[in-house]
């Protein structure tokens, strides 16, 4: 049996569900703790990080690596464009959002306000939040730029880095971090991707402490 | 005229030069101020970061997106293996020195030494330095352990895994931060890198106030 060990609002777990669920590959998901690692889960990933994914055999880590083997592997349906130079663009965008968004943005809002507490360290720095809330504005703005010219971020299909975005994206919106009224652009292409059949194992997600707000799993917001 | 904005010491940077060197694809670099950007090295790249490589009319950024396309618009010589297996271990090793080699040494060490000196935000942090002096020896140790297995860090061919690695080391080299007596495997790694004529580009280099220490340059360390 396939295996996903992950953790429920991490973007970087959610990219790879979405990918896996996109292509129809079957996994068990896992929660894993990794902030409290285990011998055996340091053994499967020395990087000590979510997701980790054991695929026929295969034990495979770092998010942006195991999606690309998986576009590889199971070329139907395309998640990266055929030229290259849709292709380079694809994956600037998903280090746009992993590096840059991720920095900008998730670590400071996601991660001070859930992973903290979840972790057991400590109250959200305000100092932080402040400056996600801040940066988040200029991300919806440049993806409105983006989405102005395309129809889809990378160009006028869907690819891998709708996905990236949309995790991190996804990952907020369950702590109602997202102003979706700032771009109706932005607001129509996350509307897209939240009504795909792939998107569903995302919807379903509970974290104790933090309830589902009502909106998160409503296909219409 | 192809050109690279470039920041001499950037281990990204050195990545996408060692990629443009091996493949013999002309550049002319321009060191970019980066941290004090102007409008049009913002039009250049809105993530204000170098590398930005002008390339026959493109203008990309983000280094691995760059070397990925240039892997596949110049394949001979080859960086990237041909299977998807082998292809996937180059990627997660890019990833592992680009986010956790840089998260936990390059930033606690070059940041912390050079970069806070050259952007003139005050002095190295020493709780930041002490970490990252402690956190290479376990990145070297891991290293011993994969070329203890292979010839090179992703395989029996050198690829992308080992440029990227080398110019995080290269810039930590610059600074005298590699303890190169902790491990012979890595020790020997390096200096088959370093005498390959791709390399030389990387061995000129000199930032002011930094004098240049006589082991970098030196082939026999």
Request: net charge positive.
């Amino acid at each position: 049996m396939n295996r996903l060990f992950h953790s429920p609002l991490s973007p970087f777990c959610r990219k790879v569900r979405l990918t896996l669920a996109e292509k129809r590959i079957e996994v068990e998901l896992i929660e894993e703790r990794y902030w409290e690692p285990t011998p055996d889960f340091l053994r499967r990933n020395p990087a000590g990080k979510v997701p980790v994914l054991r695929l026929e055999g295969r034990v495979l880590s770092e998010s942006q690596a195991i999606c690309e083997y998986l576009e590889e592997k199971f070329p139907d349906p395309a998640l990266m464009p055929r030229n290259p130079e849709g292709r380079y663009e694809a994956r600037r965008l998903c280090a746009w959002f992993d590096d840059k968004f991720h920095n900008e943005v998730t670590s400071k809002l996601l991660y001070e306000r859930v992973n903290k507490k979840v972790m057991k360290q400590g109250y959200p720095d305000s100092k932080n939040v402040k400056m996600g809330a801040q940066k988040i504005k200029y991300h919806l703005d440049y993806m409105t730029w983006l989405l102005e010219q395309r129809r889809w971020l990378a160009g006028d299909a869907m690819t891998l880095a709708d996905f990236t975005a949309a995790a991190h994206l996804s990952s907020l919106d369950y702590i109602s971090d997202v102003d979706w009224n700032r771009s109706a652009a932005v607001k129509d292409w996350y509307a897209k991707i939240k009504s795909r059949p792939a998107f569903r194992t995302l919807l379903a997600d509970q974290v104790p402490g933090f309830p589902q707000p009502s909106h998160y799993a409503d296909l219409d917001f």
